[in-house]
Antibody, heavy 122, light 108 residues
């Protein structure tokens, strides 16, 4: 079964940092681009960051550029999101999502994790 | 940055056809994807590349894209279709994926 499981969320103070992890299973992780998508409470979906398959070119939303860093460990089928300088506007459920097409980056996501909650508050 | 506009809500009676629109400048030149999200759950990909369905998505769901508007059509609506629906494209101008604001489909 293809599965994504996020972890690492929690409560953090404004200005703090957090590292999210996503454990992939059931597919050849290194062959697929991956992304993080977030959803603030009661709001819509917002793409945050993506990384291509293989070596991994990275992409960022303007709202997180310079503060967040996406990375992947193809040896261990893991995706990460390092989040620095967090503010209340970053409070959201963070989903890990798999690109639907092998060996390409389309930013269409056919598998999603259940999400991990990040709350930025003092 | 590129903007996708969806109606906040659409209502439809069971058995009827629901059409959810997604508007954007010259949208026809882009590939549109559609997702369904039910409360407390992760999104599910319904349609990719305007009109293709992933395996497991029923044929009564279809998509189209013409001019400045893409449309998700749900035929023979069921109670289980009550959910939020999002359209999404890749914006080459900003090198970023963009989601529409979402449409709440209410099955009456």
């Amino acid at each position: 079964e293809v599965q994504l499981v996020e972890s690492g969320g929690g409560l953090v103070q404004p200005g703090g940092s957090l590292r999210l992890s996503c454990t992939a299973s059931g597919f050849t992780f290194s062959n697929y681009a991956m992304s993080w998508v977030r959803q603030a409470p009661g709001k819509g979906l917002e793409w945050v960051s993506g990384v291509s398959f293989g070596v991994g070119s990275t992409y960022y939303a303007d709202s997180v550029k310079g503060r967040f860093t996406i990375s992947r460990d193809n040896s261990n089928d893991m995706l990460y999101l390092q989040m620095n300088s967090l503010s209340a506007e970053d409070t959201a459920i963070y989903y890990c999502a798999k690109d639907f097409r092998v060996g390409a980056i389309t930013f269409a996501f056919d598998v999603w994790g259940q999400g991990t909650v990040v709350t930025v508050s003092s | 940055s590129y903007v996708l506009t969806q109606p906040p809500s659409v209502s439809v009676a069971p058995g009827m056809t629901a059409r959810i629109t997604c508007g954007g400048d010259n949208l026809r030149s882009k590939n549109v994807h559609w997702y369904q999200q039910k409360p407390g759950q992760a999104p599910v990909l319904l349609i990719y590349y305007d009109s293709d369905r992933p395996s497991g998505i029923p044929e009564r769901l279809s998509g189209s894209n013409s001019g400045n508007t893409a449309t998700l059509t749900i035929s023979r609506v069921e109670a289980g279709d009550d959910a939020d629906y999002y359209c999404q494209v890749w914006d080459s101008g900003s090198d970023q994926p963009v989601f529409g604001g979402g449409t709440k489909l209410t099955v009456l």
